[in-house]
């Protein structure tokens, strides 16, 4: 009875200070080790709880959860290889700075390193991709502040800073079933451990003095935005830009090309002009000034490496981090990106003169967008399955990008749109593995969510599926059919014919309408653009899963990408002319 008690007081405790400290989202996969947390989390009362049978999508869908709240979401299981299926989750949360919160269960010190059954080394087992690790002290009466301590640390380690995740190893002694009818354990006279308190950089007068001369110098400057969810910053770096008389380069997760701020310079073609070599040598900026990640353009990058020193590069970032794959010299500028912009929009007065660079980038940005939203053929293709979904997909709504080919349809195709739409992806790893349950986290809070991706990320993770039919999660998910790889098509190995389809194409053959029906989903197989059209629409009207299935030729998609970026070359050596 006193390891009873004690292990009952330890866990309510511990649990109880994650809901005082804010977490209200946990991810539960069932085991036996992990008993004593299964049963607190769900006995506690005020956490909405999920139950996810397989570890590694349930990881990822804990993922989603905390992209969409932004504050850390608890997940839970059983120890040995349980623990392990979380790993490409917890790089995704690592890399995309999405704060988790994992609790894995263990065996007691006694039973570790000796061959007892479902115990490996689960001590930093994530190593350098979670931001903080812990082993806990084993259940005693004595360590209840103790553990309330632990568990506040786990989440202001977790969501201060860059947020990201965190590990609290937790070893238990059996018998692992609390008594929950012991008086007194739910907080009693214990305090809760009070929260922390994170206070934002700023310039100094100093430093936005330097920044107010270099924006009214009269140089060619760029604004750049990659992906970035802030849903602040959009409309402070469009009054910026308009300060300062920039072109903003609005990357699709950058949440600048979608809803009510003014767009007059966002340039959201810039991946295509950047693909003329015309255009990347005459428009070389004096400066630039990134918010955000890298973009997911190829061609943005080639362009600032090929331009290397020339141009100044200042990077914003809230924190201290390194975040600037290109090699370029750059300077990085640790300041709240929101305060950033007030500070410098305050300081600049009157919006800026439109100058013939922003006139030149404005200009070619409307007619390269003519050029790739022109009206299709009767043959479906990628591109304007993107350009139709952005027609059809409901205020206020989610657009979940799957990585490869989808989210560059979407950088491409997914154009300025008055309608609050919230754009994700999981762009830390840019894996093509648990996309499906990552979207479904999204879901998860009510809102309107659309998946967009490929028929072989949607093949990775169909078992994710299963949550959504037990927990009646409405999605909209498009499956791109290219029956592979289609991504492999634009590269190097594209030549290597003999092999190519073998290990670069890989197509499945397989009939997702099976794998939808078993999961209680709606299946709906498209093969022109109005059974898509209607497709769309239905899905939107409709409850719980619902699947369109796009079917494209992988062999045409490379040709109609190339007219299309040729096209623009056209334009851009015309405009120069």
Known sequence: MEHTAALTKYMTNFVDQLSYSGVQDVVI????????????????????????????????????????????????????????????????????????????????????????????????????????????????????????????RAISESASGHPGPVHLNIPLREPLVPDFSIPGIWRNHTRPVPHYIQGNASLTKEQ?????????????????????????LPDLIAKLASKAGLPVLADPLSQLRSGGHDKRNVIESYDALLRSDTFKELNKPDFIIRFGAMPVSKAYLQWIQMHGSDIE???????????????????????????????????????????????????????????????????????????????????????????SMPIREVDSFFTASPKNITTMANRGANGIDGVVSTALGTAASGRKTTLILGDLSFFHDLNGLLIAKQNKINITIIVINNDGGGIFSYLPQASQSHHFEELFGTPTGLDFQKAVSMYGGTHRAVKDWSAYKEALS??????????????????????????????VNDLVEKWGS
């Open 313 to 403: 590069h200042f990077v914003i970032d809230e924190f201290s981090s390194y975040r600037e794959p290109s090699g370029v010299p750059t300077a990085f500028i640790y300041a709240d990106p929101v305060d950033f912009c007030r500070q410098l929009t305050g300081e600049l007065g009157e919006d800026g003169k439109n100058s013939h660079w922003l006139d030149k980038w404005r200009g070619l940005n409307t007619e390269a967008k003519k050029i790739m939203l022109s009206s299709p053929d009767d043959t479906l293709n990628e591109g304007h399955a993107v350009v139709f979904l952005s027609e059809a997909i409901p205020e206020k709504s989610v657009l979940f990008a799957g990585n």
């Open 29 to 152: 996969s069932p085991g036996s080790r992990s008993t004593p947390l299964a049963l607190t989390f769900r006995e506690h009362g005020e956490f909405k709880y999920w139950i996810n049978l397989d570890e590694r999508s349930a990881a990822f869908f804990a993922l989603g959860i905390a992209k969409e709240q932004q504050k850390p979401v608890a997940l839970v299981c059983t120890s040995g290889t349980a623990a392990a299926n979380y790993y490409p989750a917890i790089v995704e949360a690592y890399y995309s700075r999405v704060p988790l919160l994992v609790l894995t269960a263990d065996r007691p010190h006694e039973l570790r390193d000796v061959g007892a059954p479902q115990a490996i080394e689960q001590n930093h087992m994530f190593g350098g991709y979670v931001k903080w690790f812990h082993d806990l002290a084993l259940p005693e009466d004595r360590l209840v502040p103790y553990v309330r301590k632990q568990a506040l």
């Open 538 to 567: 239905l899905s939107y009207e409709e409850e719980g899963l619902s699947v369109v299935e796009v079917i494209t030729d992988r062999n045409n998609q490379v040709a109609f990408h190339r007219e299309k970026w040729n096209q």
């Open 208 to 232: 936005s003095a330097i920044f107010k001369e270099l924006l009214w110098s009269g140089q060619k400057g760029l604004i750049v935005c990659g992906p970035q969810a802030n849903q602040q």
